[in-house]
């Protein structure tokens, strides 16, 4: 639970997408000296459809140390 590393905070290393692979545009904000990442869609997520975030491991902590692995998780819209 290190800071992360703030120039780590970009695009490239966050990613949101659909499973099919294409991009969503989001903000990146880092909370509480770079221990949290909050990762906003520009636009409202499609409803009924699976996404998939992914954190590479180009992330690093303030001591320069990345993850093990990358982290995928993936997670579904419901129409309202």
Do not use: C, H, M
Request: aromatic fraction near 6%.
């Amino acid at each position: 639970n290190k800071p992360i590393t703030g120039a780590t905070i970009t695009g490239s290393n966050f990613k949101l997408t659909t499973t099919a692979g294409n991009p969503v545009i989001t903000n990146l904000t880092a909370l509480a000296g770079g221990r949290s990442v909050v990762l906003t869609p520009a636009s409202v997520l499609q409803g009924s459809t699976v996404y998939k975030v992914q954190i590479s491991k180009a992330v690093k902590d303030i001591y320069g140390n990345s993850p093990a692995a990358p982290f995928e998780s993936t997670f579904s819209t419901t129409n309202i």
